[in-house]
């Protein structure tokens, strides 16, 4: 069966300081890959997807930014971080054929 | 382009009580619909979702949905709530064909089901 990793569980970062945040899929190959943050409990904002190596879609500007090194690892970052970029960060995966998006436990992530 | 309402931010409901969670959506052609939900502090599952076929949709822990095309809704529905049924509902739509896969989530409503 398939599983998503996200970690770390909880982050607080300074204002300023370098983000990397890591998302793994075990279990199937050539996946979909979608980056999320959610603000104050509520809607999502798509922040990037991947339909494979090397290939990232933003869907908003900002100061972060996604990397696909690997076929099932998708990587978040940013070289410095605002009190704006504080929520909670989502991956997802899925299969373009399924299109059901399966989503990581979530990286609750405070800037201060 | 492709979006989704969820009207109610809250829904109450009494335990034991039929729960109903509205959604209604605008896209090209037929779409492909989903219902997820979300406990406190962790990542969305996935309960449900319409491609085709019977437009009368069962998924997970007892949910179902109906497909309406003519009033283009998707509303979740449950025959008697549970308390543990309280959580955050997001309703998504996808329009059909290739091209990218990304859906359009609604802003989710949050359903409380009281003992």
């Known amino acids: 069966s398939q599983t998503i990793h996200q970690w770390p569980a909880t982050l607080v970062q300074p204002v300023g300081s370098p983000l990397s945040l890591e998302c793994t899929v075990e279990?199937?190959?050539?996946?979909?890959l979608y980056w999320y943050r959610q603000a104050a409990g509520r809607g999502l904002q798509l922040l990037f997807y991947?339909?494979?190596?090397?290939?990232i879609s933003s869907e908003v500007p900002q100061n972060l930014s996604a990397s696909r090194p690997q076929d099932r690892q998708f990587i978040l970052s940013s070289k410095k971080l605002l009190l704006s970029d504080s929520g909670f960060y989502l991956c997802?995966?899925?299969?373009?054929?399924?299109?059901?998006?399966?989503f990581g436990p979530g990286t609750r992530l405070l800037v201060l | 382009a492709q979006s989704v309402a969820q009207p109610e931010d809250q829904v109450n409901v009494a335990e034991g009580n039929p729960l109903t969670v509205k959604c209604t959506y605008s896209?090209?052609?037929?779409?492909?619909l989903f219902w997820y939900v979300q406990y406190p502090n962790r990542g969305l599952q996935f309960l449900l979702k319409?491609?085709?076929?019977?437009?009368l949709v069962k998924g997970s822990y007892g949910f179902e949905a109906e497909f309406n095309k003519s009033q283009t809704s998707f509303h979740l529905k449950k025959p008697s709530a549970l308390v543990s049924d309280s959580a955050l509902y997001f309703c998504?739509?996808?329009?059909?064909?290739?091209?990218?896969?990304?859906?359009?989530f609604g802003r989710g409503t949050s359903l409380i089901v009281h003992p």
């Open positions: 997802a995966w899925s299969h373009g054929a399924q299109e059901t998006q399966y």
């Open positions: 279990g199937t190959s050539n996946p979909n």
């Open positions: 991947s339909v494979g190596i090397g290939q």
């Open positions: 896209v090209s052609g037929n779409p492909y």
């Open positions: 319409y491609i085709t076929g019977d437009n």
């Open positions: 998504a739509v996808r329009a059909p064909g290739g091209g990218s896969y990304i859906p359009t």
